[in-house]
């Protein structure tokens, strides 16, 4: 596993942020976070799934993806749960079950939520923090209780060799 602070320049950093967190930016109410009626909910929007880029947002991860080695890219999926009275967990999960495949969580806020993996470790919610790590781990996203959002960028995808 990967963490890296200050992943982006500052300049990309904030046009993504400011783009992802302005009242016309298009997210959908998903009833279920890891697993269909799992009891949860967030809002997504898709960048990327089935080999089509599907966001108009798309140039604003651009910059990510020059950073990460990417071979082919499986799905890229923003994730923003809103905040709860607890450190609520979602069910533990992979996202994409695909052999030597990567996941990249990409944090654009900070806060007291996180991604907590299987063997225990939690990273926690910094803006412009990266964590990369074999898909196949499981692992889950932590609500926050001190911010209004906590939102992610999840990247899967294949490296290159």
Not at 41 to 57: A, D
Not at 66 to 78: D, M, S
Not at 85 to 95: C, G, P
Request: charge should be positive; charged fraction near 25%.
């Amino acid at each position: 596993m990967k963490v890296l602070d200050k992943f982006l320049d500052e300049e990309n950093f904030k046009k993504l942020h400011k783009i992802m967190l302005d009242q016309k930016f298009p997210w959908y109410f998903n009833d279920s976070k890891s697993e269909e009626k799992d009891n949860d909910y967030q809002f997504v929007h898709i960048f990327f799934y089935e080999e089509k880029i599907l966001s108009p947002y798309w140039n604003y991860i651009v910059p990510i993806l020059n950073h990460l080695n990417v071979e082919k890219i499986l799905r890229i999926k923003a994730n923003l749960t809103t905040k709860t009275d607890i450190n609520r967990k979602s069910e533990m999960h992979v996202d994409v079950n695909v052999p030597t495949s990567k996941t990249a969580v990409y944090y654009l806020n900070t806060n007291n939520g996180g991604t907590l993996f299987q063997n225990g470790k939690k990273i926690n919610s910094e803006a412009n923090k990266i964590i990369i790590f074999d898909s196949h781990q499981k692992h889950c996203g932590i609500h926050c209780t001190d911010k209004n959002i906590r939102l992610v960028i999840n990247f899967n995808y294949l490296e290159k060799k």
